[in-house]
């Protein structure tokens, strides 16, 4: 690679910055809106036997594909999507690209009432965060059982770290399209020394420079993980336990801000020397040139996030996305893709195919983009909230904290 092509490159991986709001999770406006959508919401298509309705599909050379902004691999001209070309080439199947989702709540709410009316949304595949938005298809039945049998490829090359989910047992409606971790990430020139744990997101010495997320999700989980509960696996009480210690320190003055997206400026300017961080952030804020900036997992664990592949109930080609999917799960595939968006790759064996192929070493020797065992290890699933009412509770719980 040229350094030419490595800097228009790191351009637009720069550009990926704005999409990372899809982990802003549902509040405030978002919520009420949701609030008055979700109790209406009725199954969508009633489907009793899907291994006969999956019998009874045709292949078609078709395929819509809805996905967030720069989150696919393009050319330097910013027209042509190398990994859909092969695609294409390959199978003779023509997709139809759109960067429609900036963030899951206005997507659900677009496509939520079209599904309930039994309507087609008009995509055979989006990508949807793990959280509140995605449960909500779950529970609704918007989401196409997946053919596991068409896509072999996903059983034979996918990371443990994306099988089976809490939020979707056994795969059966989702597949991964990228992951990241949420640990913290710090300038050591600022902080005079190392950062280990999640306690020192409470320590004194940083006052006024601390940032933590406005994400209830992401704040409500790094508290648990600081008291030594697992989040996947938390009780109401036990939110309850974290909340008192985000209060206790909120009054004492150590946060700076609760931050959304714009952490990572904060960060690079110095505002903030400690944060809440995603991993993705970090890589790309290193490859900008700010390469004071360290991410870690604390000793205490981090937690990691997915987005998902899924086919929405009335796709018109289903057997399209299956075909999608199972090339996707291949180590070119995923390599192509994952050497321009730098996320946590689904597919390990992408690392040998960017380092001895592709030949860009940055990407794959790089543990924000590959994780090593041990960072999987320490990863924990956000809660997989089974009711509205669950929900509801966690945000009365957290969103308090950071009002006012």
Known sequence: MSQDDQ???????????????????????????????????AHAEKVKDWKAWWAKQKPTKEFVFANWPYYIDVTSNGKDHPSLDTFTKDTGIKVKYMEVIQNNAPFYA????????????????????????????????????????????FAKYASPSVKNPPYDPGNKHTLVWQSGLTGIAYNPKLTKREITSFDDLWDPAFAGHIGMFNDLTELGSAAMLKLGIDPTTSTPAEWKKAAAILEEQKKKGLVRQYYDQSYINALENGDVWITQAWSGDIFQANSKGYKDLKFVVPKEGCMIWHDNMCIPVGAKNPLSALDWM???????????????????????????????????????????????????????????????????????????????
Request: aromatic fraction near 14%; glycine fraction near 6%.
């Open 326 to 404: 199972n090339y996707y799960y291949t180590p070119e595939a995923a390599g192509v893709i994952e050497d321009y968006i730098n996320y946590i790759c689904p597919v390990p064996a992408a690392k040998d195919y960017i380092l001895n192929v592709i030949k860009d070493p940055d990407v794959a020797n790089s543990p924000l983009v590959f994780p090593t065992d041990t960072m999987l290890s320490k990863a924990h699933e956000f809660y997989a909230y089974k009711s509205y009412g669950e929900y509801q509770t966690w945000i009365n719980t957290f969103n308090p904290i950071i009002q006012g």
């Open 7 to 41: 800097s228009t490159q790191a351009f637009y991986r720069g550009l990926t910055q704005p999409r990372l709001t899809r982990q802003t999770f549902m509040r405030g406006a978002g919520a009420a809106m949701l609030a008055a959508l979700a109790p209406q919401f």
């Open 110 to 153: 677009q496509i939520a009432p079209v599904l309930k009316s039994g309507e087609a949304t008009g995509y055979d595949m989006i990508v949807m965060t793990n959280g509140w938005y995605l449960t909500e298809l779950l529970m609704q039945n918007f989401l196409v059982p997946l053919w596991q049998e068409k896509v072999p490829n």
